[in-house]
């Protein structure tokens, strides 16, 4: 089994993020062959300033390794570094109809927010098809968000099997419903560009003020309180032991215990849950060399696969 994601280094990564997609790809080394990339050919649709993307595409590096993506099960890499994925763009642009790249709502999204109608943005489902059609990927782990990218991606591939014979395996999306959305602190769903994020990098006090500004109702301290409705509780049940979760299920349905002390109990959790993560990736941003070396034997990995299939698709449409 084969399985692919692609983060983009566009901001710092968040507990949606890890939540939603990085843990599921660190779970899932340990069942089949997992390709992990940075997919910073996508993040140049919205950043425009070099030294950041540089800059970012290092921590989200440092991030998922810190996570615990072990470069010796996983080939983790920087997505421009196998320009291969380039070229079976333009091949998949070929059987790509307009309307299908119009009707993705993560497009009109951008555009409802004042972005740019750019060939780049509009284009960036047939990339994103490239970079899962290129590694033959059975699954993809991501969150919901991008459900509708895999969507466009299946229809591409069988698009061009129809057009020119059976070349690319048609992978299905992976998306385990408990994590499917993860709340931000205002309880919308947790994205950088909403402002409301608990990031990984986040120093402890950064991290606190984080989960003490998370929004709750006003039901009194004394008053019962329903766990399901509660953005502290939602999180909780991420971070926490199912021991633990139950346990404050049961605190909060019985009145007197308020959501203060609810947000101390996440913020102990969230230490708790994190701490290695914390030490692995203080010892990583420390050796920003050692991470480019990890980045290089993985592009390298990852390049000798994509030209095999780009080779296949080619034969395929006639270039070869
Ligand atoms: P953001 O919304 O912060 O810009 P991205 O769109 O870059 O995040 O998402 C990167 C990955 O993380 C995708 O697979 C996306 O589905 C997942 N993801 C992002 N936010 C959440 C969330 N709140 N809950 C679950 N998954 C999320
Ligand atoms: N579009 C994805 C996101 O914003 C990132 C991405 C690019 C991706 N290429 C991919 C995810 C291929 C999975 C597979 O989150």
Same mark, same amino acid.
């Given at each position: 089994?084969?399985?692919?994601?692609?983060?983009?280094?566009?901001?710092?990564?968040?507990?949606g993020n890890y939540f939603g997609m990085m843990k599921q790809c660190v779970d899932l080394q340990k069942k089949g062959e997992v390709y992990v990339f940075i997919a910073n050919y996508h993040a140049l649709?919205?950043?425009? +300033?070099?030294?950041?993307?540089r800059q970012d595409t290092?921590?989200?590096?440092?991030?998922?390794?810190?996570?615990?993506?072990?470069?010796?099960?996983t080939v983790f890499f920087r997505q421009s570094d196998v320009p291969e994925?380039?070229?079976?763009?333009?091949?998949?642009?070929?059987?790509?109809?307009?309307?299908?790249?119009?009707?993705?709502?993560?497009?009109? +999204?951008?555009?409802?927010?004042?972005?740019?109608?750019?060939?780049?943005?509009?284009?960036?489902?047939v990339l994103?098809? /490239?970079?899962?059609?290129?590694?033959?990927?059975?699954?993809?782990?991501?969150?919901?968000?991008?459900?509708?990218?895999?969507?466009?991606?299946?229809d591409l591939a069988i698009k061009f099997n129809l057009k020119f014979g059976e070349t690319f395996k048609v992978p299905g999306p992976y998306i385990p419903e408990a994590v499917a959305i993860v709340p931000g602190t205002d309880g919308q769903k947790m994205?950088?560009?909403y402002g409301n994020t608990i990031e990984l990098s986040a120093t402890p006090?950064?991290?606190?003020?984080?989960?003490?500004?998370?929004?709750? +109702?006003?039901?009194?301290?004394?008053?019962?309180?329903?766990?399901?409705?509660?953005?502290? #509780?939602?999180? #909780?049940?991420?971070?926490?032991?199912?021991?633990?979760?139950?346990?404050? /299920?049961?605190?909060?349905?019985?009145?007197g215990y308020g959501y203060g002390d609810a947000k101390k109990a996440l913020l102990a /959790?969230?230490?708790?849950?994190?701490?290695?993560?914390?030490?692995r990736r203080a010892a990583l941003e420390a050796d920003p060399a050692g991470v480019e070396r990890i980045l290089q034997a993985g592009a390298e990995r990852a390049r000798a696969e994509a030209r095999r299939i780009l080779k296949a698709a080619r034969k395929a449409v006639g270039l070869e």
């Open positions: 089994m084969r399985v692919l994601s692609g983060i983009q280094p566009s901001g710092k990564l968040h507990l649709t919205t950043v425009s +300033d070099p030294a950041r993307l290092m921590d989200v590096a440092i991030d998922f390794l810190a996570c615990g993506l072990d470069p010796a099960h994925v380039q070229e079976l763009t333009w091949l998949l642009s070929i059987v790509c109809p307009v309307g299908l790249l119009e009707r993705a709502h993560s497009y009109k +999204d951008k555009l409802a927010h004042g972005k740019e109608a750019t060939h780049g943005l509009f284009a960036y489902p994103m098809a /490239a970079d899962i059609l290129l590694y033959q990927s059975d699954i993809v782990p991501v969150g919901k968000d991008q459900k509708q990218h895999l969507e466009i991606t299946r994205s950088k560009s006090k950064q991290i606190k003020t984080a989960i003490m500004s998370i929004v709750t +109702d006003s039901t009194p301290m004394e008053s019962p309180k329903d766990p399901e409705t509660c953005n502290v #509780y939602k999180l #909780y049940q991420l971070v926490a032991d199912p021991a633990q979760v139950e346990e404050m /299920a049961a605190k909060l349905r019985a009145g /959790a969230f230490n708790a849950r994190f701490a290695d993560f914390r030490e």
